[in-house]
């Protein structure tokens, strides 16, 4: 049948279309509900940059997590484990070297910057309040898991059992660069490098079926860049704790776009898909968690 396979489940595509229509239903009705916030205290949005991103995370959360507990409940019955998001073993030590892997890939970054430019970090966490610099830290990691949810686990998963593990991988880090098109200052080079992170990130998944992995690797890079470092993070400056100028070639070091939009990020990001792809500890780390 057009709709079963060979062992009468729904196909892969039927499942992923399915999960989109849930995403797109739920991702209006919760920006309608939003909207409506907003229209009752709009002097709380009006000028506070925060609060309108943490309002466009939220509408992105609720879709993100009842369109994927709708389909798998109902279309994919598998449960919620065999897609990496619960504590299985060893999520811990994954969840540690994914944040050493963001860490040695922003080491290399700095190094980079020292080597092609002229690099400064000034102390700026006292010119900003403790509340927005908390605000900003935690909309960090909701915007980290808010964008796995999406671009890696369940939907992955679906297009990889459909497409095949590189196409399926390739087709959402395609997509998760093309939603970073319309970031400040966005560039050609910035959105290739946005697919090639994508690309990582979805072989963090694919190699460990785990969430942990990809999900550690995102927010230690983007809570380094930009909360720790103060490094523009895809185009937005946001609240942090030191400030890093650099000057120097933008088509090396991303210009306004921030590092993400220069050549050395496509380095980073290569070595570090490379890497992921080849570690016996990755391939470890995933037969223990299968089994």
């Not at 499942?15 to 919760?30: E, N, Q």
């Not at 907003?38 to 709380?44: G, L, N, R, S």
């Not at 380094?224 to 400030?243: E, K, N, P, R, Y």
Request: charged residues 10%; glycine residues 10%; proline residues 3%.
């Amino acid at each position: 049948m057009i709709f079963l396979n060979d062992k009468n489940e729904v196909r892969a595509g039927f499942k992923f279309a399915i999960y989109v229509g849930f995403f797109l239903i739920f991702w209006v009705a919760t920006g309608l509900a939003l909207s409506i916030v907003v229209y009752q205290f709009p002097d709380v949005f009006t000028y506070n940059q925060l609060a309108v991103l943490a309002l466009n995370e939220i509408a992105l959360l609720v879709p993100a997590v009842v369109a994927m507990a709708l389909t798998i409940r109902f279309v994919d019955h598998r449960p919620r484990q065999a897609f990496g998001i619960a504590f299985l073993p060893r999520w811990q030590c994954l969840l540690i070297f994914g944040l050493l892997l963001a860490a040695g890939m922003l080491g290399v970054l700095l190094v980079f910057c020292k080597i092609a430019g002229q690099l400064s970090i000034q102390w700026t966490g006292g010119q900003t309040s403790s509340g927005k610099l908390a605000a900003t830290f935690g909309l960090l990691f909701l915007a980290a898991l808010n964008e796995e949810l999406v671009f890696r686990c369940f939907p992955l998963q679906l297009l990889m059992d459909g497409m095949g593990e590189w196409p399926g991988m390739i087709a959402m880090s395609i997509l998760f660069g093309a939603v970073h098109m319309n970031n400040p200052n966005a560039s050609v080079l910035g959105t290739v490098n946005t697919m090639l992170a994508g690309v990582l990130l979805s072989l963090a998944y694919a190699r460990t079926r785990s969430l942990w992995l990809p999900y550690a690797i995102h927010v230690g890079w983007n809570l380094g860049l930009g909360f720790v470092l103060g490094f523009a993070l895809s185009g937005l400056d946001i609240a942090s704790l030191w400030t890093t100028n650099v000057t120097g070639s933008d088509l090396l070091l991303g210009g306004k776009y921030g590092p993400e939009g220069g050549l050395v990020a496509t380095f980073i990001f290569a070595a570090s898909a490379v890497f992921i792809h080849q570690t016996q500890y990755i391939a470890a780390a995933k037969r223990q968690l299968t089994t």
